[in-house]
């Protein structure tokens, strides 16, 4: 009786903690992806597969009309989760069909609550309806960000960290990459530029219609979308179709006629080119910063050819694999930036070595220029030291390991990690194995240190 007594509230137990378990409140999705600097970009419960955006642009006001469609699985029960949405009205929202209750709040966040909880591991689609003119994003060094205005009445929206949330609803974070449609409907005269590959487009009833198709996922920073009364130029670098978009006024033939050059070196140094398409978008205006998008690079007035060679080198070096945190922006943008050195000394017989030294020697006494850190630089701060500073540090890096584990260091890593983010934590172990070096006292000089590295890590033997 002992024993069948023991059992039996055993048996009690066990059913009454499956019932409380069970009978658990689903929990709501967080409001941050965790990012050290933008704590509150992107969102946690779900991970998105893809979007598909439907927007009418109105060139009198640089506004829009558009719906949002996001298909996503979930990675917990959840009770409401979030989107990233700056500014615009929304008016409605659905879940898997069903209207949904949504609130704004904070900077960006669009707070859905679904008419049931939403299961662990469901597929899930989202409708957002929204209207109206979207605000570009200020960044200390990058500029405007986002959807704004250009010169001939059109808008372009690029850049990075932000971008993608001032004109669709998003989970606003590098680690959530998906594919993306865009189609826009534009009065007659005016066209789309985007990701990816373009459909022809049909005009009727004086409106043309444009989709656009990224079948390769992306990261949130790197979607472009551009409307203007652009002219388009397309030919072929074998198997990769390119397309080229030239804003009204802007002067980016000549560097457009150089994409194939750049592109069949970059092959040479990276490997094969792994997206299907490519071109480059070209403004009117200068940029303070010229911009990787993924497929598609938009270049302002200002651009030279090392900043064609830049923005296609981060198609490796920042697109297939990309960022982790915005602290990690070194990983990738430092060795897309040096490929414009190597065709320098590939092209142009540089010798990278007296220019190397000619430029530590122009910045040796400049405490400013070495306290930038290239490694968890600070917020506000991710793109101040990438391109000065850490070009030298690659070049540097390349003595120090050789040419050899260099050169599978550049084409290597990227490939291995295609599809995927990685931070300098992951490449410094790279770096380690690869050269089968202990290099935490020249790193720890280059990329966290604060002065100048001395002189055995300025000039490895």
């Known amino acids: ?78 009770s409401r989760f979030n989107l990233d949405l700056r500014g615009l009205k929304v008016s409605s929202v659905k879940v898997n069909g069903q209207p949904a209750k949504f609130t704004r709040t904070g900077e960006h966040e669009l707070v859905i609550t679904p008419v049931s909880p939403l299961a662990k591991d469901a597929e899930i689609t989202v409708e957002v309806a929204y209207c109206g003119q979207p605000q570009p994003v200020r960044h200390p060094v990058t500029g405007l960000g986002g959807w704004r205005g250009t010169p001939s009445g059109g808008v372009i929206a690029a850049g990075a960290p932000h971008s993608a949330s001032t004109w669709f609803p998003v989970n606003d974070t590098p680690m959530d990459k998906a594919t993306f449609t865009v189609t826009t409907t534009t009065p007659q005269g005016w066209h789309s530029v985007s990701n990816g590959t373009r459909n022809k487009p049909s005009t009727s009833n004086g409106k043309t219609t444009t989709t656009w198709t990224a079948t390769d996922p992306v990261s949130p920073h790197l979607i472009m979308l551009g409307i203007d009364k652009w002219t388009f130029q397309e030919s072929t670098v074998d198997s990769t179709s390119v397309l080229s978009a030239f804003a009204p006024g802007s002067n980016g033939k000549a560097l457009a006629d150089k994409l194939p050059e750049v592109l069949k070196f970059l092959n040479g140094k990276l490997g094969d080119y792994h997206f299907g398409t490519v071109g480059s978008v070209h403004l009117a205006e200068n940029l303070p910063y010229q911009v990787g998008s993924q497929t598609r690079p938009v270049l302002g007035r200002n651009a030279d050819l090392n900043a064609l060679i830049r923005t296609l080198a981060a198609q490796w070096w920042g697109g297939s694999m990309s960022v982790e945190n915005w602290a990690d922006t070194c990983t990738h943008e430092c060795f897309a930036n040096y490929l414009s050195w190597m065709w320098a000394e590939a092209k142009e017989n540089k010798d990278l070595d007296a220019h190397y030294r000619k430029l530590v020697e122009s910045v040796r006494g400049n405490a400013a220029f070495w306290s930038r850190k290239l490694a968890d630089p600070g917020r506000g701060k991710e793109f101040s030291a990438i391109y000065d500073k850490g070009a030298l540090f690659v070049h540097a890096l390349r003595r120090k390991i050789g040419e050899r584990a260099f050169s599978t260091v550049l084409s290597n890593f990227p490939t291995i990690n295609q599809g995927w983010n990685q931070g300098w934590h992951d490449l410094e172990l790279y770096l380690e194995a690869e050269a089968q070096l202990d290099l935490k006292e020249f ?19």
């Open 1 to 78: 009786m002992r024993k069948l007594s023991l059992t039996l509230g055993a048996l009690v137990s066990t059913l009454a903690l499956g019932a409380g378990t069970a009978l658990a409140a689903p929990e709501p999705g967080k409001d941050g992806a965790g990012d050290p600097y933008y704590p509150t970009d992107g969102n946690g419960g779900y991970d998105v597969s893809a979007y598909d955006v439907k927007l009418s642009y109105h060139p009198a006001t640089r506004g829009l009309d558009a719906i949002a469609k996001i298909t996503a699985k979930t990675t917990q029960e959840l």
């Open 443 to 461: 790193l720890e000089a280059w990329s966290h240190g604060t002065a100048i590295p001395a002189d055995k890590h300025l000039f490895p033997a």
